[in-house]
């Protein structure tokens, strides 16, 4: 277990007492909105599309909603949440085996940002186009001192990988295989959110600790909930007729 960053990890329900201002974005708002890397509702931000089968989802956080929650921005529905990433090796001194707490929300069909399901909207960071193959970053595909980009409650931060290690604190009932810990500052709402290490896609927005970025790799998480990323406009999907550019 990590001693500095990952000596006692949260759920990011408790605001840590940080003020964080950022300029105001400047891409491209589309219509429906790319969700990736943006605020989605509550207290939760969105991750990265991907497919589960045929259906269009965005990966989150698992403390942000239980299965079967619905997700609106207070008029339109954007999306249903599923169940929890379940790894094979989570059990640890006893434990049960617990969700590493990554999940996904199955896109609403109206509210799927066809031509645009590779990118990801890092606000004043700017819109991030993933390219056709990029694989999701695995634990070991990680390194100390790597970058890394955030951009949950639409504030665009950045830092460096700082620690790594398989990880369970006392008070959080999960065990990770591979926790990684990047000094930049997180509160409510982050999670879920994009992580972005050396600008590929590398992970969800998980934990605080002490008010820093702890975050699992993406590739082991898509694995356990059987989806695939989106790296082509229409990720590899047929458009519904009647969608612009179809």
Not at 23 to 41: C, D, E, M, Q
Not at 166 to 190: E, H, K, L, R, W
Request: charged share 15%; hydrophobic share 40%; proline share 8%.
């Amino acid at each position: 277990m990590l001693g500095l960053a990952l000596g006692a990890g949260a759920a990011l329900a408790i605001p840590v007492v940080r003020e964080i201002t950022t300029p105001h974005r400047t891409t491209v708002l589309y219509n429906p909105p790319v969700l990736a890397g943006r605020h989605i509702w509550g207290g939760c931000s969105g991750a990265f599309y991907a497919r589960a089968g045929e259906t269009v989802v965005l990966m989150s956080a698992g403390h942000c909603a239980s299965a079967g929650s619905v997700a609106t921005d207070g008029a339109t529905v954007l999306g249903v949440f599923g169940s929890p990433a379940r790894a094979a090796i989570c059990s640890y001194g006893g434990l049960p085996c617990s969700s590493p707490d990554v999940n996904y929300m199955l896109v609403a069909k109206d509210q799927i940002p066809w031509g645009h399901l590779n990118v990801v909207d890092m606000g004043v960071g700017g819109d991030r186009a993933i390219p056709a193959g990029t694989r999701p970053l695995a634990c070991a595909d990680i390194a100390i001192g790597d970058s890394v980009e955030i951009d949950g409650r639409n504030i665009y931060r950045t830092g460096k990988v700082e620690e790594k290690a398989a990880n369970q604190s006392t008070g959080d009932p999960s065990f990770y295989p591979c926790m990684i810990a990047a000094y930049i500052p997180v509160d409510v709402g982050d999670s879920g959110g994009a992580v972005l290490v050396r600008g590929i896609p590398a992970g969800v927005t998980l934990r605080s600790y002490a008010g820093d970025l702890g975050f699992t790799p993406l590739a082991e998480r898509m694995t356990e909930l059987g989806l695939t990323l989106c790296t082509t406009p229409d990720c590899d999907l047929i458009p519904p007729p009647g969608t612009p550019g179809t």
